[in-house]
Every structure is written in structure tokens, then in C-alpha cells.
Nanobody, 121 residues
Framework: QVQLVESGGGSVQPGGSLTLSCAASGTFSSIYDMGWYRQAPGNQRELVADISRDSKTNFADSVKGRFTISRDNAKNTVYLQMNSLQPGDTAVYYC???????????????WGQGTQVTVSS
């Protein structure tokens, strides 16, 4: 079984910074794409950023230049550094990882439980 544990959420004033972490644990053979999504009340879940196993990154237009995504493959962990936070960034942030639990098995997506980020003065 694969578990994703997120940490680092909280409340911050506009212009502030937060770093989210998501660590994968359990028994698996490989982790491929890792990413962060967010969902604000009344909105659909949307991609914030993702990163491939060889560290190619992709960002939503709304966060380009403000957010950075990185991963540590040795620790099975993905990070989201969020700078210049705005009230519009307020949402529950979810980690998603594409995991293959055994060699020759198909990979599938796993989700974390979510962590709240609130940006308010």
C-alpha cells in the first residue's frame, strides 16, 4: 500500500511564502510523475505544478514565476516552494504521485489527504 503524507500548509499574509512537502511511503518499485493540485471552495481541482522523474517541470500559468517544484528521489519526496502568495492561492493543496507498486504492474495515481493553505491579511 502506498501512502502520501503532506505537510507545510498553514496561514500566511499576502506576499508571504510557504513550502509544502509530500513524502511517499509503503512498498513500491517506482515513482514517476509527482505533482501538486489545489481546490478552492466551489472550484474544481486544478493542477498547480508537476515534475517528472527526470525533473522536467510544468506549472499553471497563475503560479509561474512564483512557485517552484522539486523532488528528492532518494527520499521519495516532492516539494512545492510558494512565494509571493496571494489570496487567490487559498485552497486545499493535494499531492499526487504516479506509482508502480511492482515491476510489470501498471502504474496508477495516488493522492494525499490535502493540506490547507490560507492567504489573508
Amino acid at each position: 500500500q502506498v501512502q502520501l503524507v503532506e505537510s507545510g500548509g498553514g496561514s500566511v499574509q499576502p506576499g508571504g511564502s510557504l513550502t509544502l512537502s509530500c513524502a511517499a511511503s509503503g512498498t513500491f518499485s517506482s515513482i514517476y510523475d509527482m505533482g501538486w493540485y489545489r481546490q478552492a471552495p466551489g472550484n474544481q481541482r486544478e493542477l498547480v505544478a508537476d515534475i517528472s522523474r527526470d525533473s522536467k517541470t510544468n506549472f499553471a500559468d497563475s503560479v509561474k514565476g512564483r512557485f517552484t517544484i522539486s523532488r528528492d528521489n532518494a527520499k521519495n519526496t516532492v516539494y512545492l516552494q510558494m512565494n509571493s502568495l496571494q489570496p487567490g492561492d487559498t485552497a486545499v493543496y493535494y499531492c499526487k504521485c504516479q506509482v508502480r507498486v511492482r515491476t510489470f504492474f501498471p502504474s496508477r495515481d495516488y493522492w494525499g489527504q490535502g493540506t490547507q493553505v490560507t492567504v489573508s491579511s
